[in-house]
């Protein structure tokens, strides 16, 4: 494991990564999902995609990466981006797992990877509902502890800054950025997936002019049994490069 650190809107950033095949040239940057961390893609990955310097990294207030700020899912972008011009790297693809499929679509990279890879809203079940309303209705009695009460599961035990920034990311409408999108892509999705459904991976591969749809058997962490197969798609479609 290595810390870098970077500056970003007046805030130094302390970020953890780690490289498995350093010493190769070309590079795979894999982002990890919200509530989650590098270790968890390293687990599925690390033995798989050999040709390539991987690059896992704990996104700021996750794993070893601590934040400070309230951010957005464009300030995770930046943040990115100046990460990687810290390492002076140019992945050829970056992989995203859910919202860091967001922040790895914004990243215009030559190949992107998106499993279950959140950005579609999803119509809200009535229970969820029904804790909003009751939220609302609470909230200006000051009742303690309301917020551990009602907050989704993904929310609770964070800091002000963190679960702020849950709030700006939880329900984005990212299918403007899918559209704008001009990598290539390829997009892996758990056929069970009820975090983001499979109709929401259909729907991205539909607003990216060139990417390809494969539905495997699983949850929204699918990928932890389908590494090898979703590295060796990988690897055909970028012998084609």
Same mark, same amino acid.
């Given at each position: 494991?290595?810390?870098?650190?970077?500056?970003?809107?007046?805030? !130094?950033?302390?970020?953890?990564?780690?490289?498995?095949?350093?010493?190769?040239?070309?590079?795979?940057?894999?982002?990890?999902?919200?509530?989650?961390?590098?270790?968890?893609?390293?687990?599925?990955?690390?033995?798989?995609?050999?040709?390539?310097?991987?690059?896992?990294?704990?996104?700021?207030?996750?794993?070893?990466?601590?934040?400070?700020?309230?951010?957005?899912?464009?300030?995770?972008?930046?943040?990115?981006?100046?990460?990687?011009?810290?390492?002076?790297?140019?992945?050829?693809?970056?992989?995203?797992?859910?919202?860091?499929?967001?922040?790895?679509?914004?990243?215009?990279?030559?190949?992107?990877?998106?499993?279950?890879?959140?950005?579609?809203?999803?119509?809200?079940?009535?229970?969820?509902?029904?804790?909003?309303?009751?939220?609302?209705?609470?909230?200006? %009695?000051?009742?303690?502890?309301?917020?551990?009460?009602?907050?989704?599961?993904?929310?609770?035990?964070?800091?002000?800054?963190?679960?702020?920034?849950? !709030?700006?990311?939880?329900?984005?409408?990212?299918?403007?950025?899918?559209?704008?999108?001009?990598?290539?892509?390829?997009?892996?999705?758990?056929?069970?997936?009820?975090?983001?459904?499979?109709?929401?991976?259909?729907?991205?591969?539909? %607003?990216?002019?060139?990417? !390809?749809?494969?539905?495997?058997?699983?949850?929204?962490?699918?990928?932890?049994?389908?590494?090898?197969?979703?590295?060796?798609?990988?690897?055909?479609?970028?012998?084609? %490069?």
């Amino acid at each position: 494991m290595a810390i870098k650190e970077i500056s970003y809107r007046d805030k !130094k950033f302390k970020l953890s990564y780690e490289l498995v095949n350093p010493t190769v040239q070309e590079s795979i940057l894999i982002l990890h999902g919200w509530g989650s961390n590098k270790e968890i893609m390293k687990q599925a990955f690390a033995k798989e995609l050999k040709e390539y310097r991987h690059i896992y990294l704990d996104m700021p207030g996750f794993g070893a990466s601590a934040n400070e700020m309230i951010l957005t899912t464009e300030d995770y972008g930046k943040i990115v981006k100046l990460f990687l011009e810290t390492l002076n790297v140019e992945p050829l693809v970056v992989m995203g797992h859910s919202f860091g499929g967001k922040v790895a679509t914004l990243l215009n990279c030559p190949y992107l990877v998106l499993l279950s890879s959140a950005g579609v809203v999803t119509k809200k079940p009535w229970s969820v509902k029904v804790k909003i309303a009751t939220f609302k209705f609470l909230k200006p %009695l000051g009742i303690k502890k309301i917020r551990q009460l009602f907050v989704a599961p993904d929310a609770q035990g964070m800091s002000h800054e963190m679960y702020e920034t849950f !709030k700006n990311v939880v329900d984005e409408d990212f299918e403007a950025e899918f559209a704008k999108s001009k990598s290539k892509a390829l997009c892996f999705w758990g056929i069970d997936d009820t975090a983001t459904p499979l109709y929401t991976g259909e729907k991205i591969s539909q %607003l990216i002019e060139n990417s !390809k749809l494969y539905p495997l058997e699983g949850d929204h962490f699918f990928f932890l049994k389908h590494a090898k197969f979703i590295a060796n798609e990988m690897e055909k479609a970028l012998k084609n %490069l």
